[in-house]
């Protein structure tokens, strides 16, 4: 038996890249998936792939920014299969540009994605899980925690996923629903940017040019291991948590925690915050470190 064996569900953005990999090692551990992209040929050659592993899937065409797609891809998992057991939200795109030359319809179509379409498939999710219980799992990036050059749509818009499954942990409770996040770190076509990067900047230095995996990047079949361990009975104590994964590196992070509170019973005025704070340091700024073992 797998470790997802009859599971129920759905992947958006499973296609392609890292939501490729992920279904395909899921129905590899037993789950039944509903897949979903917006280019047919790729869906149907993910779903080929699939069952050539004796695997059961079912396509569902649309981008999930649309209220239709979403309702579609949870009622056909629950015609299909009986039910729905587990929602991952991977679907999204990228339109990379720094904020001062970014342009309405690139903010704006990256956000629709990213968090517009993880609310409407969190949402169709949750309300056929009301029954029965399951899983809403958030695919986030360092972008949404760190920030990202060039990025800051991306970034909005995953750091509102992140804000999205930390209401969904308040409100879900109730249901059964967990809600967890996977913060995965591979190599696919929206981190090439990064390794152009490196490449540019080890040539400027006259140096070799970096190795992915060095850099804190897996391979997306490596990376789905973390994807299939999550949506597990084995992570069923994990609710509101993300998973960091790379293949080789993983960490658990969890909600902020307040540093240097301080209460009075009297109104603190100007001054006297000034002087609290004269002798306190701020807190450092951690950009993503990219290594083997990073903190990303």
Same mark, same amino acid.
Request: aromatic share 6%; net charge negative.
């Given at each position: 038996?797998?470790? +997802?064996?009859?599971k129920?569900?759905?992947?958006t953005?499973?296609?392609?890249g890292? $939501?490729?990999?992920?279904? %395909?090692?899921?129905?590899?551990?037993?789950a039944? !998936? !509903?897949?979903n992209?917006?280019n047919?040929?790729?869906l149907?050659?993910t779903? $080929?792939?699939i069952e050539?592993?004796?695997g059961r899937?079912?396509p569902? =065409?649309?981008?999930v920014?649309? /209220?239709?797609?979403a309702e579609?891809l949870v009622?056909?998992?629950v015609?299909?299969f009986?039910?729905i057991?587990v929602m991952?939200?991977n679907?999204g !795109?990228v339109r990379?540009?720094? +904020?001062?030359?970014?342009s309405?319809?690139?903010?704006?179509?990256v956000?629709r994605?990213? +968090?517009?379409?993880?609310? =409407?498939?969190? &949402?169709?999710?949750?309300?056929?899980?009301r029954?029965?219980?399951?899983?809403?799992?958030q695919? %986030?990036?360092?972008?949404?925690l760190? *920030? #990202?050059f #060039?990025q800051?749509?991306?970034a909005?818009?995953?750091?509102?996923m %992140? *804000?999205l499954?930390?209401?969904?942990?308040l409100?879900f409770?109730?249901? $059964?629903i967990?809600?967890?996040? =996977?913060?995965p770190v591979a190599q696919t076509d929206?981190?090439q940017?990064?390794?152009e990067?490196a490449?540019?900047?080890?040539? &400027?230095? *006259?140096?070799?040019?970096?190795?992915?995996?060095?850099m804190?990047f897996g +391979?997306p079949?490596?990376?789905?291991a973390?994807?299939?361990?999550?949506?597990?009975?084995?992570?069923?104590?994990f609710?509101?948590?993300?998973?960091s994964f790379? $293949?080789r590196k993983?960490?658990?992070w969890t909600?902020p925690?307040?540093v240097?509170?301080?209460?009075?019973d009297? /109104?603190?005025t100007?001054e006297?915050?000034?002087a609290?704070?004269r002798?306190?340091d701020p807190?450092?700024?951690?950009?993503?470190?990219?290594?083997?073992?990073?903190?990303?």
């Amino acid at each position: 038996m797998g470790h +997802l064996n009859e599971k129920r569900m759905v992947i958006t953005g499973s296609s392609r890249g890292l $939501g490729r990999a992920f279904a %395909i090692a899921s129905a590899a551990e037993g789950a039944r !998936i !509903i897949v979903n992209g917006t280019n047919e040929s790729a869906l149907a050659e993910t779903v $080929g792939v699939i069952e050539a592993g004796n695997g059961r899937v079912v396509p569902v =065409l649309g981008s999930v920014a649309e /209220p239709e797609v979403a309702e579609r891809l949870v009622r056909t998992c629950v015609e299909r299969f009986g039910g729905i057991d587990v929602m991952v939200n991977n679907a999204g !795109i990228v339109r990379d540009r720094t +904020l001062l030359k970014m342009s309405v319809d690139d903010w704006d179509e990256v956000v629709r994605v990213h +968090l517009r379409g993880a609310f =409407l498939c969190t &949402q169709q999710a949750a309300l056929a899980m009301r029954e029965t219980g399951g899983h809403v799992i958030q695919v %986030i990036s360092a972008s949404g925690l760190v *920030g #990202g050059f #060039g990025q800051g749509n991306y970034a909005a818009a995953k750091e509102g996923m %992140i *804000g999205l499954l930390r209401t969904s942990l308040l409100e879900f409770g109730r249901y $059964g629903i967990r809600s967890n996040a =996977l913060w995965p770190v591979a190599q696919t076509d929206m981190t090439q940017v990064v390794f152009e990067r490196a490449r540019s900047a080890a040539a &400027q230095r *006259g140096e070799a040019v970096p190795d992915p995996v060095d850099m804190g990047f897996g +391979l997306p079949e490596e990376v789905a291991a973390g994807l299939v361990w999550l949506a597990s009975d084995g992570a069923a104590r994990f609710n509101g948590q993300i998973l960091s994964f790379n $293949g080789r590196k993983t960490g658990l992070w969890t909600h902020p925690a307040e540093v240097h509170g301080e209460y009075r019973d009297t /109104p603190w005025t100007v001054e006297e915050l000034d002087a609290y704070y004269r002798d306190i340091d701020p807190q450092p700024v951690n950009p993503p470190v990219r290594s083997r073992t990073p903190e990303n």
